[in-house]
């Protein structure tokens, strides 16, 4: 494996099992996720690699991953429902693998925001910037709103929709899995935050996040 568990040869060996395995038992073990919701799914050159509908994400066998045509063809019955958006992703930028999901804190902001905004130095460095809250009529399954979400992730890697979950892209499952927990935490501190009347604003001015992840400290003079 190379960094982040990307998987060299895109097949649906035991080695991309195992990722699909893994990465969604974490977002059903850390409340992404709920028994039968969310889906993933990684490139595999002009096709994809996608779970199944009312598959459980953190319960997978081969049967469960379906490999399907990035250009809309085949049988696409047992792919799921949101295959039209990941496709869609993939088509228009150049991410490696897609997961969406339902993180719960991320939803409750998405209620009250239009942005979340990682007040965490460790969600500075995975997601730089903003994760913004979209909101739709139909907020599922539909090539308008397909085009829409993969329209805003040609520039956040991350995408919050109102109401329905997070569409996360990556260079790999492992992270676009990571960088769903970080908005996860960063929605779960805003909430923590604003429940305790703090500054929002403020908070996102401090010197440890303007600097950056990674900033190196001056020398003494």
């Given at each position: 494996?190379t ?15 195992n ?6 038992s ?27 509908t009312?598959s ?16 809309g ?5 047992q ?9 869609t ?39 730089p ?30 995408v ?11 260079g ?27 500054d ?19 020398a003494?003079?």
């Amino acid at each position: 494996m190379t960094s982040w568990g990307k998987i060299s040869d895109a097949t649906c060996n035991a080695e991309l099992l195992n990722a699909f395995q893994r990465c969604g038992s974490a977002l059903f073990v850390g409340n992404l996720n709920n028994s039968h919701s969310g889906n993933m799914s990684v490139r595999d050159g002009d096709a994809m690699w996608i779970t199944r509908t009312r598959s459980m994400c953190h319960d997978m066998n081969l049967h469960d991953i379906i490999r399907a045509p990035l250009d809309g063809s085949g049988d696409r019955s047992q792919l799921s429902r949101e295959s039209v958006v990941h496709e869609t992703i993939y088509n228009e930028t150049g991410y490696e693998a897609v997961v969406h999901c339902h993180p719960r804190d991320a939803i409750a902001v998405s209620f009250l925001l239009d942005a979340i905004y990682p007040m965490q130095i460790e969600g500075h460095g995975a997601l730089p910037g903003v994760i913004p809250v979209l909101e739709f009529e139909v907020a599922t399954a539909s090539k308008a709103f397909a085009a829409n979400v993969a329209a805003a992730m040609k520039t956040y890697p991350a995408v919050m929709v109102r109401g329905h979950g997070l569409f996360v892209g990556g260079g790999s499952l492992d992270q676009a899995t990571h960088r769903s927990f970080v908005v996860n935490d960063s929605a779960y501190f805003t909430l923590v935050a604003m429940d305790r009347g703090a500054d929002i604003k403020a908070l996102l001015a401090k010197p440890y996040l303007v600097r950056g992840y990674g900033a190196v400290a001056s020398a003494a003079r």
